[in-house]
């Protein structure tokens, strides 16, 4: 069986949770807050909603400003991350959540033009 990392996983917000679970998804939000344990996180994405993040490990660095979390969502509406980036805002130029809440929107308004959907193995 391919490692969640090996397929293709759609971009959602919080929005678009509830329609991913027990998928693979990429999410990019900016952290809120981390739980006192460090297996657990809080993100919040471009249209000022939060998701929650569990870690099967606890934290081994700080974490602050903009990760891609790579997960399944659970029955809950958490992301269960397999793995995180975070994404670096150097030279003064901060990442545009809002933006990049948009281009989302539009990938998921129009299908036929941006097809990166997920095919069923079987």
Not at 37 to 44: H, I
Not at 91 to 102: A, I, M, R, S
Request: glycine share 8%; net charge negative; proline share 6%.
């Amino acid at each position: 069986m391919a490692s969640i990392l090996d397929v293709p996983k759609p971009r959602v917000n919080c929005s678009m949770l509830s329609q991913f679970v027990n998928r693979a998804v990429c999410f990019v939000g900016r952290v809120e807050k981390v739980h006192p344990t460090g297996k657990m996180f809080t993100v919040k994405d471009g249209d000022g909603s939060s998701a929650t993040v569990e870690l099967n490990e606890p934290l081994e660095e700080e974490l602050s400003g903009v990760v891609e979390v790579v997960g399944m969502v659970s029955n809950k509406g958490e992301i269960m991350a397999s793995t995180y980036n975070m994404l670096r805002e150097d030279k003064g130029v901060p990442f545009d959540l809002e933006l990049y809440n948009e281009a989302l929107k539009v990938i998921h308004d129009y299908p036929q033009h941006y097809p990166f959907q997920v095919a069923a193995s079987g």
